[in-house]
């Protein structure tokens, strides 16, 4: 079972930047995916959720309107579109699929750094 993160970098204030996520050892479809950000010295905090099937998706207030969640079960990956990027924006982002009654799988995490 694994989840790899990949597409974190630097990037200017107003930029934009995709994160990948690409799953492998499970049913990827069968899990809803999610994807974390932790700061230092912050808690994690959950920025953008979307169902298995990507009949529902869900943003914290922070990011809504500025990040896209979205999956391609066929080839078993998650994404998350960031525009509009802001210095409080930088953190590890991580990558989280799981199931309501608590399988859980977490990835290594890929650094997001937005600075002029």
């Known amino acids: 079972v694994q989840l790899v993160e990949s597409g974190g970098g630097l990037v200017q204030p107003g930029g934009s930047l995709r994160l990948s996520c690409a799953a492998s050892?499970?049913?990827?479809?069968?899990?809803?995916v999610r994807w974390f950000r932790q700061a230092p010295g912050k808690e994690r905090e959950m920025v953008a959720n979307?169902?298995?099937?990507?009949?529902?998706?869900d943003y914290a207030d922070s990011v809504a309107g500025r990040f896209i969640i979205s999956r391609d079960n066929a080839k078993n990956l998650a994404y998350l579109q960031m525009n509009s990027l802001k210095p409080e924006d930088t953190a590890v982002y991580y990558c989280?699929?799981?199931?309501?009654?608590?399988?859980?799988?977490w990835g290594q995490g890929t650094q997001v750094t937005v600075s002029s």
């Open positions: 989280n699929a799981y199931r309501l009654w608590g399988a859980s799988y």
């Open positions: 979307i169902t298995r099937l990507a009949e529902s998706t």
């Open positions: 050892g499970f049913t990827f479809s069968v899990y809803h």
